[in-house]
């Protein structure tokens, strides 16, 4: 195989991967070679359109693009526009559907009352009396500090043991803390979304403009490990889990994956809404996806698309770290030991920090990395 020469390798070619890529080659004018082991651009935010359907899925689960951040904003609207998106999640519980995040509606329609906020406020607080701590230790103790045990064990302890394979006691309290809990009516999914849609054209769009520039070059269904000769390049940008980099010397990282059924209903709508979770053990999967709802501004066919998402176990798949005190360790092993013995390594993304980034989150963290590149390294 013939050398390459770039002046900076980056590894996966995903958010993180792509915004430094472009920054790089637009602001630095340098050399930037991406290698990435799928056939595909874009990570796990990939979109493509079913080819029965015509209706543009997101492969790797509903991406929903949202920010509080401006210069995150500021940057990403360089690259695409968003749609009128807003993002609404049911949950189906004993075959009724209420609202999720927690909302006043899910409150009155579980407990079969008419409370207003305040009404709902204190009857809640009533319900999480006996639960309340200071410093909750576990996912476990600040739900039912949060919501008590009714509710918990309806619409959270079993999606969680789902989703994450683990009882909620051995995960770490700041996944529950990414769910909202609201006395009033508001039923959008995420806190503080200053910006939120979905990007017009999809998000495959956005990965080819970021790489635009000449200077980058893509190559597809390669891997990389530390031993590779045939590149020859100044730094590498490493955004793959540090674990698999280093040969696992130091331990496995846990990960948990989900795998995706999808399935055409020969209809114009199965569930009205993009996403509807199914928290009850009896279903093996946690949420259907329907992603007809993600683009109401586009004309689609009488047919819809429903993909059902099966949580499980599989490393060479990785899309969320179990971010518990076990795995944090072994993490900073990982980071310590590249950082000592691989000076011109740059880790970052969902996987290298092994962090449950948001999308804003990750242009926000490539951002602040290529600051870093252009102050330190000439
Ligand atoms: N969760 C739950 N029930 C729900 C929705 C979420 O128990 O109906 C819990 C679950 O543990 C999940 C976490 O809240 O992992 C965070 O949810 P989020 O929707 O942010 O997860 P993501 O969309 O990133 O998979």
Redesign the pocket.
Known sequence: MKKIKTDFLIVGSGLYGCVLAERIANKLKKKVTIIEKRNHIGGNCYSEIDKLTGIEFHKY??HIFHTSNKNVWNYLKKFTSLNNYKHQ?L?KYKSKIYQ??INLKTINQFYDKNFNSLEAENFIKNKTKKFRKKNPKN?EEK?LMQIGQDLYKA??????EK??GKN?KK?PSS??N??PLRFNDNKT?FKNALIEGIPLNGYTEIFKKLTSNPLINVIYKKNFNLRQKNIVNNYIIYTGPLDKLLGYKFGKLEWRSVKFKKKIINKKNFQDNSVV?Y?EKKYKF??IHEPRHLHEERKYKNKTLIIKEYPQLNNDEPY?PVNNIKNRLIHSKYRKYLSNNYKNIIIGGRLADYA?Y?MDMTIAAALNKFNYIKKNIK
């Open positions: 689960g509903s999640v949950s999720m995040p996912f739900a619409f959270i302890k079993n999606y969680t989703q994450w909620p995960l996944i529950f990414r769910l999914y979770n928290p946690t949420r969320y449950y948001d």
